[in-house]
């Protein structure tokens, strides 16, 4: 199985300030990576999908990129609607597996 | 618009098996596949089985002895089925819509809670 190694684990930001997040799969998934938000007592939902696509109705101050084994999701402009966990997911092979998320909070 | 609901029991004793269905609407299953993936409280989330559009299957090998996927395309409803529960499956259990070209889930379900009790 690909295993997804993601950092931090937990992050505290200001309103306004940008923020990143970084995934590192075990084995080259090439663009299959996705990043999918989770917000406190809701489901996850997709944010972007084949690296750096946003997903419908995603708001333009995330972006994601990178490929191969390496890969980011960066939020500019931190909004207090974006109080979340952050999951990545590998595509490129089954079993999916997910990153073990990236829980950010609001200073 | 896209939608996708579980439904189960709640609670299931030890050792017993657990049936959930996913009843999907705004979409076709003859289309689209769908994927169940669970998370069990306070932790991450693990991707358990997929059904595609043909009816074909794929299973996370590290379950599927236990697993079991189907589904009634007439019905729009996915059923899964996972045997010998214990604890550690104690979890919430969403169904999701494979995004096309995605390789990604691109809608959830509610999401239905399972609790192995006895």
Known sequence: DIQMNQSPSSLSASLGDTITITCHASQNINVWLSWY????GNIPKLLIYKASNLHTGVPSRFSGSGSGTGFTLT????????????????????????GGGTKLEIK | ?????????????????????CTISGFSLTSYGVHWVRQPPGKGL????????????????????RLSISKDNSKSQVFLKMNSLQTDDTAMYYCARHGYGYY?????????SVTVSS
């Open chain 1, 37 to 40: 938000q989770q917000k406190p």
């Open chain 2, 46 to 65: 693990e991707w358990l089985v997929v059904i595609w559009s043909d009816g074909s299957t794929t299973y996370n090998s590290a379950l599927k002895s």
């Open chain 1, 75 to 98: 939020i500019s402009s931190l909004q207090p609607e974006d109080i979340a966990t952050y999951y990545c997911q590998q595509g490129q092979s089954y079993p999916w597996t997910f």
């Open chain 2, 104 to 112: 990604a889930m691109d809608y959830w379900g509610q999401g239905t």
């Open chain 2, 1 to 21: 618009q896209v939608q996708l609901k579980e439904s189960g029991p709640g609670l299931v004793a030890p050792s017993q098996s657990l049936s959930i269905t």
